[in-house]
């Protein structure tokens, strides 16, 4: 298995409160994506970085944040938590050869309720 | 929006039959892949078939892509009740886009 780790692995906030999600990689991916999953949506890119401190939004970036210091580290920050972002939230990794996108290794997600 | 949209979105066969899963998408494309997601967990990608592909075999899976009709198929023969879970399509549109995007996905459920 690819070495992603989200943490934390389940988290249950009040509205109005910021949460912030970590992605930790081991493998010196240049590519790092936030999905989040909802039922009748499929994954929906949230946001997603092509290296140290490069970051571009997604198709459903509103009310979200990034960043990245580092290589191995892509933090997705609810500045302030709304109900509409409860959801699960999925961390990937990618490299890219020339000319297209390689496969996509994801985390094990972060369950997140806003109450 | 979604660039790529699963059919069925849900399949129900026996064990030993064939699955069948089709992928329709609205853009051009540099690469298609298909992954897998059992309940709970992170998705796993099976397989990536390119815009100058046709199809491509991967043990008991055969993914075949038209580009002229914009679709994939996702065939996994002699299924196993281990194959039970939700099956995603994703697509790369355009060099330099650094993202995929995904389908709903099919559910499938093999019956033992």
């Known amino acids: 298995d690819a070495g992603i780790t989200q943490s934390p692995r389940h988290k249950v906030t009040e509205t109005g409160t910021p949460v912030t999600l970590r992605c930790h990689q081991t493998?010196?991916?240049?590519?790092m994506y936030w999905y989040r999953q909802d039922p009748g949506h499929g994954l929906r890119l949230i946001h997603y970085?092509?290296?140290?401190?490069?970051?571009d939004k997604g198709e459903v970036s509103d009310g979200y944040s990034v960043s990245r210091s580092k290589t191995e580290d892509f933090l997705l920050t609810l500045e302030s938590a709304t109900s509409s972002q409860t959801s699960v939230y999925f961390c990937?990794?990618?490299?890219?050869?020339?000319?297209?996108?390689?496969?996509?290794?994801f985390g094990s997600g972060t369950q997140l309720s806003v109450l | 929006s979604q660039q790529g949209e699963e059919d069925p979105q849900a399949l129900s066969i026996q064990e030993g039959e064939n699955a069948t899963m089709n992928c329709s998408y609205k853009t051009s494309i540099n690469n298609l892949q298909w992954y897998r997601q059992n309940s709970g967990r992170g998705l796993v990608h099976l397989i990536l078939i390119r815009s100058n592909e046709r199809e491509k075999h991967s043990g008991r899976l055969r993914v075949t892509l038209d580009t002229s009709k914009k679709s994939s198929s996702l065939l996994i023969t002699a299924s196993r009740a281990a194959d039970t879970a939700s099956y995603f399509c994703a697509t790369e549109t355009g060099a330099g886009s650094y993202q995929l995007t995904f389908g709903k996905g099919t559910k499938l459920s093999v019956i033992p």
């Open positions: 970085s092509y290296g140290v401190k490069d970051t």
């Open positions: 990937a990794i990618s490299e890219r050869n020339p000319g297209s996108l390689e496969k996509l290794f």
């Open positions: 493998e010196n991916h240049r590519y």
